[in-house]
Antibody
Framework: EVQLVESGGGLVQPGGSLRLSCAAS????????MDWVRQAPGKGLEWVGR??????????EYAASVKGRFTISRDDSKNSLYLQMNSLKTEDTAVYYC?????????????WGQGTLVTVSS | DIVMTQTPLSLSVTPGQPASISCKSG???????????LYWYLQKPGQSPQLLIY???SRFSGVPDKFSGSGSGTDFTLKISRVEAEDVGVYYC?????????FGGGTKVEIK
């Protein structure tokens, strides 16, 4: 069974940093692109970014709203995905989901974690 | 970025009755490979999103056949043939043609 478990969320002040983790199990993690998607309280879904697989040189892509502030990385030996968030703003407050991109073309997510809440507030 | 627009914002449905949700994209989602990269997700209350439909009309594993997707180019529809209590939540369409992947604003379905 595919499982994605996020952790690391919490309360942080504006300008601060936080690192989220996503532990994956039940599938060959190294084969998949992995993404982060967020959802502000009471709002819709916003794609944050992705890391491609080793076969694609672990390249990353980011939404314009987080580019230069957030960094996505992965450790295939630990079946883990990370999101390093720096220079946090109040508008980054959201539930952050780890999502597995489908193996066929990586154009959608076929499994999601339960999410971890990040609150940016003074 | 490809803008995804869903209507209606919300839907109140009598159990056993059908429901239909529209999704329009700002540009055609037809790729040169012949596939159309439009997806539907359901986010039940308090849960993470779950995939219902991929590539316009293919049901994901385990999704009941009361859910169906249709459309082409820029106009798409999700239909639920008979809405039940377990179908309540927010439905999102998403395009997978280009990064950034973008979602519609969501349609909240509730039971009358």
């Amino acid at each position: 069974e595919v499982q994605l478990v996020e952790s690391g969320g919490g309360l942080v002040q504006p300008g601060g940093s936080l690192r989220l983790s996503c532990a994956a199990s039940g599938f060959t993690f190294s084969d998949h692109y992995m993404d982060w998607v967020r959802q502000a309280p009471g709002k819709g879904l916003e794609w944050v970014g992705r890391t491609r697989s080793k076969a694609n040189s672990y390249t990353t892509e980011y939404a314009a709203s987080v580019k230069g502030r957030f960094t996505i990385s992965r450790d295939d030996s630990k079946n883990s995905l990370y999101l390093q968030m720096n220079s946090l703003k109040t508008e980054d407050t959201a539930v952050y989901y780890c999502a597995r991109a489908a193996i066929m073309g990586a154009r959608f997510f076929d499994h999601w974690g339960q999410g971890t809440l990040v609150t940016v507030s003074s | 970025d490809i803008v995804m627009t869903q209507t209606p914002l919300s839907l109140s449905v009598t159990p056993g009755q059908p429901a239909s949700i529209s999704c329009k994209s700002g540009q055609s989602l037809l790729h040169s490979d012949g596939k159309t990269y439009l997806y539907w997700y359901l986010q039940k209350p308090g849960q993470s999103p779950q995939l219902l439909i991929y590539e316009v009309s293919s049901r994901f594993s385990g999704v009941p056949d009361k859910f169906s997707g249709s459309g082409s180019g820029t106009d798409f529809t999700l239909k639920i043939s008979r809405v039940e209590a377990e179908d309540v939540g927010v439905y999102y369409c998403m395009q997978g043609l280009h990064l950034p992947l973008t979602f519609g604003g969501g349609t909240k379905v509730e039971i009358k």
